[in-house]
């Protein structure tokens, strides 16, 4: 085995500032809070960015230093608490593990702290003040991530993900480990390029299997294809934050100052020219409905409840969507996951067979839609727990916090004890729904779940109902975002920041 020593570390979190609930510490140990040699039970196998650190650094002898992870669901900015916390444990982690050669660290890039608009940049200065500026550090960071350039003042190694969903966790664990490995045997120098963009982005149309990130995404690996440029990453951002740091960025990191500019500025370009594909005006839930009843595929429809697609921030508990699928009476039709730990509390209590009265959703933002009052079958309960199956975040423990399967009418409905997307077709079948088996799906989802589902459905119709996570950005009152941004101002000159490192 050889001599080298990493650590690895992982803090998580979309936080939505708009959003009503607050992040605290309690959600990250749901979600996921683990110390020490724990960390390895936890993802080990796992295709997530921790998963690919473990792997190379076994493959490669290093020995690992697990330290902490701490991930929580999208959601409301975090608690100046839970961060402190998780921060302070980091810390202590890291001055144990005195003897570390290098940090790999899996960050997402778009959190925000209560009083704080970029902690990781603030975790980051703050390892470099126990670790000094020797010690190599690289990050994982979600295309999803708000960056400033400060992050490239302490290392220019961070890797984005290039796909949309987010199903290259794992290879960009494996990359930044490759390149963590490769710096301690050669002593390579590394240097990032970073570019700030005055552009403010919906997601919805950010995938990358078609459309303007696809093309994007595409350009960046070939990029990458010259051996001078070791990661080209465009961030689109998270729009749903109010903060400094929001907008498209683009980080180029490499072995060479001038190709890493060129290419931090070329890609600035390619994202100028394509900033107008991104807006899509979606339909409204009616105007989805209708399409939905007219629509005559052998594989089911999905209406994708985007507006309060948890993890876009949503409480996954929004009516409009909802209550439009029960007033039609359906027939063989599943909504799904709904956010209603009060509902699944009057569930468990009356048993499977029971009938109830119940107030569906509208709990956590009655603003977008009151609670719909009807009368359900409780067909089926459960823990909630089950294992992802699908190509994101293969194998990772889920617990929907309870679960229980309800029938309104012809209307199947799953509930679930705290906000979910349906990424993974289990979450219905561990309780026993097919959802291949009915002919519409409303799902609160956003583009995500298509890593499973787009095999096992005909079509997804993106609908915008009321909800925190609108696709029509001039709904929010943003107050300190960047001004001028486009497009809340579309005649705003083609200009950004570039920064090296
Ligand atoms: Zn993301």
Request: hydrophobic share 40%; net charge negative; with cysteine.
């Amino acid at each position: 085995m050889s001599s080298l020593k990493v650590g690895i570390a992982f803090f998580y979190h979309e936080s939505h500032t708009f959003s009503p609930s607050l992040t605290g510490i309690e959600d990250f140990k749901k979600e996921g809070f683990h110390i020490g040699e724990d960390i390895i039970g936890a993802y080990e196998g796992t295709k997530t960015e921790v998963g690919g650190f473990i792997d190379i650094l076994r493959r490669e002898d290093v020995s690992i230093i697990p330290l902490v992870c701490a991930a929580a669901i999208p959601s409301g900015q975090v608690t100046k608490e839970a961060y402190e916390t998780i921060k302070k444990e980091m810390l202590a982690a890291i001055e144990r593990a005195d003897e570390c050669d290098g940090l790999l660290l899996a960050l997402h890039g778009a959190m925000v702290v209560d009083g704080l608009s970029d902690p990781e940049t603030e975790m980051l200065k703050e390892i470099r003040a126990v670790i000094g500026n020797d010690l190599p550090i690289a990050t994982t960071l979600d295309m999803h991530a708000n960056l400033s350039s400060e992050m490239i003042s302490y290392t220019p190694l961070h890797f984005g993900f290039k796909t949309y969903p987010h199903v290259d966790m794992y290879e960009q664990g494996v990359n930044a480990a490759e390149t963590m490995v490769h710096l301690l045997k050669t002593g390579e120098n590394y240097t990032a390029s970073f570019v700030k963009m005055p552009v403010l982005l919906p997601s919805i149309n950010m995938r990358t299997a078609e459309g303007p990130m696809h093309n994007l995404v595409e350009s960046a690996k070939q990029k990458e294809k010259d051996p001078a440029i070791t990661a080209a990453s465009v961030f689109g951002g998270f729009p749903y934050s109010d903060i400094p740091e929001q907008g498209v960025s683009i980080l180029v990191a490499g072995t060479d100052s001038q190709k890493t500019e060129a290419v931090a500025r070329q890609l600035a370009d390619e994202v100028w020219a394509a900033k107008e594909k991104f807006l899509v005006r979606l339909p409204t839930v009616e105007e989805g409905l209708k399409e939905a009843l007219a629509y005559k595929g052998s594989k089911p429809i999905v209406l994708a409840d985007i507006s309060d697609n948890p993890l876009s921030g949503g409480t996954g508990d929004t009516t409009e969507l909802l209550r439009k699928m029960i007033e039609l009476d359906l027939p063989n039709s599943l909504f799904g996951a709904l956010d209603d730990e009060e509902t699944l509390k009057v569930c468990r209590e009356a048993g499977e067979g029971a009938e109830v009265k119940l107030q569906l959703g509208g709990k956590a933002s009655p603003e977008f839609g009151a609670p719909v009052p009807v009368r359900a079958e409780v067909v089926r309960v459960s823990e909630g727990t089950f294992r992802n199956k699908g190509p994101m975040n293969t194998g990772m423990l889920v617990n929907t916090n309870g679960a229980a399967h309800i029938r309104v009418n012809k209307l199947d409905i799953l509930i679930t004890g705290r906000a979910l997307s349906a990424n993974d077709p289990e979450i219905f079948r561990h309780i026993g729904i097919e959802p291949t088996d009915k002919d519409i799906l409303g799902m609160k989802v956003k583009n995500h779940f298509r890593s499973s589902f787009e095999n096992l459905v005909g079509k997804v119709v993106y609908v915008d109902a009321p909800g925190l996570a609108s696709n029509d950005l001039t709904v929010f009152d943003f107050k300190h975002i960047p001004a001028p941004v486009w497009p809340l101002d579309k005649s705003i000159p083609f200009d950004y920041e570039l920064t090296n490192s």
